[in-house]
C-alpha cells in the first residue's frame, strides 16, 4: 500500500476538519489512484483512504482556492513553509503533485501534554483533498 506523510501541524487537525489539502514537492512522491496510508511526521496515528485523483501544478498556478483549502493564507505564506520543510528555496515553477482522496476510516491518538492520557478520534466517510 502506498502512504504519504504530513506535517505535524497539518496531521493533527485532520481529526476535525473534512476538507484538507497539503503540499509536497513533485520529485518527493510518485502517487496513482488506489488505497493510500496517510501518516504523520512522527508516525503516531495513521488514517487509511483511497486516492481519486492525481495531478500536478507548478506553484505559480495555484489557485487561491488551493492555497486557502491547505490551510494558508496566500502562496507566499505556502512557499515559505515548503522552504522550512525542504531547506531550500522554492521558486515559481516549482511543481507540486495534488491527489485528491476519501478516507475510509482513522484513527488520531493525540497525548495530553502533561498527562500522558491518549485521546483516541475517528472519522468516517470523510472526504479529504491532498495536495502532495
Known amino acids: 500500500m502506498q502512504s504519504i506523510r504530513l506535517p505535524h501541524r497539518l496531521f493533527r487537525r485532520l481529526s476535525y476538519i473534512t476538507l484538507c489539502r497539503t503540499f509536497f514537492l513533485d520529485t518527493e512522491l510518485e502517487l496513482s489512484s488506489g488505497q493510500v496510508l496517510i501518516l504523520g511526521e512522527f508516525g503516531s496515528a495513521a488514517f487509511e483512504g483511497s486516492i481519486i485523483r492525481v495531478y500536478k501544478r507548478s506553484?505559480?498556478?495555484?489557485?487561491?482556492?488551493?492555497?486557502v483549502a491547505g490551510g494558508y493564507t496566500n502562496?507566499?505564506?505556502?512557499?515559505?513553509?515548503?522552504?522550512?520543510?525542504?531547506?531550500?528555496?522554492?521558486?515559481?515553477?516549482?511543481?507540486?503533485?495534488?491527489?485528491?482522496f476519501e478516507v475510509f476510516s482513522a484513527e488520531n491518538d493525540n497525548s495530553g501534554s502533561n498527562s500522558g492520557v491518549q485521546e483516541s478520534k475517528k472519522l468516517q466517510g470523510v472526504t479529504l483533498k491532498i495536495a502532495v
Do not use: G, N, P, W
Not at 59 to 67: A, G, R
Not at 82 to 99: C, G, N, P, S, W
Open 75 to 100: 502562496v507566499k505564506q505556502l512557499t515559505h513553509d515548503l522552504a522550512m520543510q525542504y531547506t531550500r528555496f522554492i521558486k515559481e515553477d516549482d511543481l507540486v503533485t495534488i491527489v485528491e
Open 59 to 67: 506553484v505559480s498556478d495555484l489557485v487561491t482556492d488551493e492555497v
